[in-house]
């Protein structure tokens, strides 16, 4: 059962939430039961909710209920982390081929139009500390 109205633009909706309120009210004050399906079966399910739950469940419940939906969590990352690994393995696997079937001609038109002085630049090895020193130092340093 809906606990919002939904917007009135949808009358199927709105024809459903009306069975609904019909069902409750007829529920909540005992009157005869209507010869309408619909609002019968809604009246039984407003009746079952208006019932109090067992008092009987057993001390773990909460417990057992969290450990199942864990397994079952547990279950489909387990799914998904395979096909995770089996993707990345097909991704380094063309890689390697792609570098192995074209790897020369990559490396000498890099070489051709970058020299290798330029590399040397003080200001790109500055950037690059910069970029390096906060990464190490949050990988190495203990944070408290």
């Known amino acids: 059962m809906s606990h919002e ?3 009135p633009q949808d009358e199927a909706a709105e024809r459903e939430w009306a069975l ?7 529920e909540r004050l005992h009157l005869d ?5 619909s609002v019968l079966r809604y009246r039984a399910i407003a009746r079952t909710l208006r019932q109090p739950l067992d008092e009987n469940l057993p001390a773990d419940f909460a417990q057992h209920v ?3 939906a864990s397994r079952r969590a547990a279950i489909e990352m387990r799914f998904e982390l395979y096909v995770s ?9 063309m890689l390697v081929t792609l570098v192995t079937l074209y790897g020369g001609a990559w ?3 890099a070489q051709s139009s970058l020299p290798v002085h330029a590399l040397m630049n003080p200001w790109l090895l500055a950037l690059a500390a910069c970029i390096a020193l906060p990464y190490a130092l949050n990988r190495f340093v203990p944070t408290r």
């Open 85 to 93: 690994c089996t993707l990345l393995g097909v991704l380094m696997a």
């Open 33 to 37: 039961p209507t010869d309408n399906a």
């Open 107 to 109: 490396l000498q038109l």
């Open 20 to 26: 609904q309120e019909q069902a409750v009210q007829e």
């Open 66 to 68: 969290a450990t199942l």
């Open 5 to 7: 109205p939904r917007s």
